[in-house]
């Protein structure tokens, strides 16, 4: 008695909500009659509350989208919420699991912009509990069961859905292939040219603040590195450097850390993969950044997982940046007649001591001061005292 009464409440609580989000009665009776709210659970920290919600069977797509979309919309003065539903039904069709499935790729942020393009181009198949999902070959087939088979699992159990099993078939097509191939190295070489334009934002400052060696696992480098464009096989012992313009570290079974890089020095770019080999080099493969300037040895291999040369690094360290230089030859240097300064009305981050410090150092000669149009007569002072007019 006991139970059922606990059950009632639990079915009142939920058709209270059901009122709350003005839920149409035709809905109600089709979906929710047997349905109750088993808990609602608030966190304190974020004062966000998530509701747990029994139903008899796993909603429609478009009746679970409108729920959603009701429930955020009635509370969004009150507080972030979410819900999760749990169903007993353990045979769904496959036309649900399609209905569910771009919603379940919008919800992935583990895989590469290709894949997710293909995944959303593609309907999985049931096949009793095992979710069966096209891969164009077989190193994407292994990607796709691992990244997939945690995050889909979770995105079952939220929408009342039974956890499936995912499995991935190889359907050998030669023009898929050579997509999956061009959509990579576009990627690739987007990648390359975003990493190109985030250097040249980085202010000169700052690249000269990051200190020589603050980053070093192995032993140190002191063979000279080649250009990345030159290696064509495998190698046993080669050096590199370059900027970083992605970095990722994770855990392997194993327990080890393994850090990978992209690497380029603007002749090409290189895959550098390196492993952890005792506790005190994870949390410096972990401040391997992207942005960063690194030389790095080790040998180059032919990766099955990336399909391509990739380095097997056993040292690496950072290395400062390249600054920038004018190599204009003598009496054919440009000349910048009109700069702001922070003494100018217009705003200007750049003193006037580091743009004369530059000015010789790239080998401009002073101009004689008639020549010249100061905007602050203290700028005049101030280039008299450095001797450089």
């Known amino acids: ?26 809905f109600v009776a089709t979906y ?11 966190d304190t920290a974020d004062r966000s509350w998530h509701f747990h919600i029994c139903v008899p069977a796993p909603l429609p797509f478009e009746i679970y989208q409108w729920f959603k979309t009701r429930l955020q919309e009635t509370f969004a003065n009150i507080a972030p919420v979410s819900f999760s539903l749990q169903s007993d039904v353990q045979e769904i069709s ?21 894949i997710l393009s ?28 691992r990244k997939l088979s945690e995050s889909l699992a979770g995105s079952f159990q939220i929408c009342g859905l039974p956890v499936l099993t995912v499995e991935t078939e190889v359907k050998q097509s030669e023009a898929d292939y050579e997509k999956f191939l061009e959509q990579k190295e576009n990627e690739d070489r987007t990648k390359m040219a975003e990493a190109v334009i985030q250097r040249e934002k980085i202010q000169k400052k700052e690249e000269q603040n990051i200190p020589a060696g603050s980053l070093a696992i192995g032993y140190p480098i002191k063979d000279e590195p080649v250009q990345i464009q030159t290696i064509t096989e495998e190698e046993r012992k080669i050096t590199i450097q370059g900027y970083v313009f992605e970095a990722e570290t994770r855990e392997l079974r194993s327990g080890r850390v393994l850090l990978q890089l992209k690497i380029t020095d603007y002749s090409d770019s290189l895959f550098v993969k390196m492993f952890s080999r005792k506790d005190e080099d994870i949390p410096k493969l972990q401040a391997a950044k992207k ?27 950072q290395i400062p940046g390249p600054e920038r230089t ?11 007649l009109h700069l702001h300064t922070p003494m100018s009305q217009m705003d200007a ?10 000015a010789k150092k790239w080998g401009h000669k002073p101009l004689p001061l008639q020549t010249m149009e100061w905007h602050n007569l203290s700028l005049r002072h101030l280039v008299r005292e450095r001797k450089m007019i």
Not at 94 to 114: A, G, K, Q, R
Not at 349 to 358: A, G, I, N
Request: proline share 3%; glycine share 4%; net charge negative.
């Open 349 to 358: 981050v750049t003193s006037v001591s580091d743009l004369v410090k530059q």
């Open 291 to 317: 942005g960063m300037w690194v030389k790095a040895r080790g040998s180059i291999q032919h990766d099955t997982f990336v399909r391509d040369l990739v380095m097997i690094a056993n040292d690496l360290e």
């Open 32 to 42: 929710f009659q047997e349905a109750l709210l088993d808990k609602l659970v608030i």
């Open 94 to 114: 496959e036309s649900l699991i399609c209905d569910y499935w771009p919603l379940f790729i919008d919800e992935l942020t583990n895989v590469s912009d290709s």
């Open 118 to 145: 293909f995944l959303k181009g593609q309907k999985p198949k049931l096949d009793g509990s095992k979710l069966i999902i096209s891969a164009r070959n077989e190193a994407e087939a292994v990607v796709l069961k």
């Open 1 to 26: 008695m006991a139970v059922n009464a606990d059950e009632q409440v639990k079915k009142r609580n939920l058709h209270i909500l059901l009122e709350q989000i003005k839920a149409p009665q035709d």
């Open 326 to 336: 004018d190599d204009a030859p003598e009496g054919e240097k440009r000349v910048e």
